[in-house]
């Protein structure tokens, strides 16, 4: 029998707020693939291209949102040997098999956080009291440790200082550069080797890709409008579009079914976001079915080039990073104009408007600005959220409701806290 492995949420996945009130931390993207994937890929390669057996182990409340869970993990326990656990902040590198012993019964450090354990499957019975709940690092106490060179995600802008370096190792594991389109007269490749235009793919006259400084991968589907320059490292997801006259630079991934203007640089956009318009936006990640008004600006370094703090539940965090954006949780929203100050975390749901500068953090479900902010209505939310779903021809759906309604009421101590201050 197959040893089983569990991709499991770990006590710290509040550290990536806003992005995981709505997804599983392994389902955050970092390069070309969301985390879960890179992991997928790199232990079938090891296996001959054999998917691995994986499970998934995530709060509760995502469930209904996911196919990728493990309802039992009694249910593990028929295999001989041990049942290995790993955790969905890894960031996945090949050079860990070579430090990773599968039969050895332990767990493996990084930085105070289990990556990796190999627990007996004696345990797999009473961890089920712990399912839905992210697990901490005491649950594997009694276990030996090892220390390991791995890296993990901890704060939102981990995955901004890594995605280039991502968007290279990704690109690798899709085989590298390949012209699958016939491209018009006018379009300019630079450094064609290290270009992937997959089929269905179309680039207008005027467009230069650039990959002199990083590959670029651009999927099925995308279309690329006149006189838009894209530089690597690079990626742009399925049926994305690029509009006239962009500028996008390099150690930037856009997911599928974008829509992308004006200036974007080193920053992640999840799937079904727009930021069509003039602007900048750089150093950020955005969720899904984010919009961004046209004029929105974001700042994403200190006039005195000092590291940026940021706001994490009310509580102030050094990031150590001398250039971090806006990070903006699932569904959010803001006017025309808006500007971002360095650093600023904005939750789910948020519709943002207005002069001045907005507050840096902002939590999930505020409707307002400078001038002020209320808290936005749940129903028409959610009925928001489903008309913007119904314009791509997706639904929400009772499970994406569902999730929507937990992170109003996770949340809404913060915004009582926020709006008495």
Not at 324 to 333: E, I, R
Not at 339 to 352: E, K, L, P, Q, S
Request: proline share 5%.
């Amino acid at each position: 029998m197959e040893r089983p492995l569990v991709v499991f949420e770990d006590d710290r996945v509040h550290q990536l707020y806003p992005l995981t009130l709505t997804r599983p931390v392994f389902d955050l993207i970092c390069g070309i693939f969301p985390l879960a994937e890179k992991l997928r890929l790199g232990l079938a390669a090891a296996r001959g291209g054999k998917d691995p057996d994986i499970r998934f182990h995530t709060r509760a409340y995502l469930a209904p949102g996911t196919r990728r869970r493990l309802e039992s993990f009694s249910g593990l326990a028929g295999g001989q040997g041990p049942v290995s656990f790993i955790n969905g902040r890894l960031v996945w590198d090949d050079s860990l098999f070579a430090a990773i012993d599968p039969a050895w019964v332990g767990r493996y450090m990084c930085g105070g956080s289990v990556a990796w354990a190999n627990v007996p499957a004696s345990w797999t019975g009473r961890l089920d009291g712990l399912a839905g709940a992210p697990l901490g690092s005491e649950v594997f106490e009694e276990l030996p440790v090892r220390e390991l060179n791995a890296l993990l995600v901890s704060y939102p802008w981990d995955l901004i200082r890594l995605n280039g370096e991502e968007i290279e190792r990704d690109f690798a594991r899709l085989g590298g550069g390949v012209i699958e389109v016939d491209l018009p007269d006018g379009v300019h490749l630079v450094n064609e080797g290290a270009i992937r235009l997959s089929r269905g793919a179309s680039l207008s006259p005027g467009v230069v890709v650039d990959a002199s400084q990083g590959p670029v991968s651009i999927d099925g589907g995308v279309t690329v409008l006149a006189n838009a320059s894209l530089m690597g490292p690079l990626h742009i997801g399925e049926r994305s579009i690029i509009k006239m006259g962009a500028r996008i630079y390099g150690e930037t991934t856009i997911g599928p079914v974008c829509k992308v203007g004006g200036e974007v640089g080193e920053s992640i956009m999840h799937g079904y976001t727009n930021k069509q318009h003039d602007g900048f936006v750089g150093h950020s990640y955005l969720g899904e079915w984010v919009n961004i008004g046209a004029g929105t600006d974001t700042s994403d370094m200190k006039n005195n080039y000092s590291t940026v703090r940021l706001s994490l539940g009310g509580e102030p965090v050094d990031s150590l990073e001398r250039f971090v954006g806006l990070f903006m949780g699932d569904h959010s929203k803001c006017g025309i104009g808006t500007i971002f100050n360095t650093g600023t975390i904005a939750g789910v749901c948020c519709n943002i408007f207005g002069a001045g500068f907005p507050p840096k953090y902002i939590p999930s479900f505020a409707w307002g600005g400078n001038a002020g902010f209320g808290e936005h209505d749940l129903e028409k939310a959610i009925e928001t959220a489903r008309t913007a779903m119904t314009r791509r021809d997706m639904t929400l759906g009772s499970a994406g409701e569902s999730i929507l309604r937990e992170v109003f009421e996770l949340t809404r101590e913060e915004r009582l806290t926020f709006f008495r201050i």
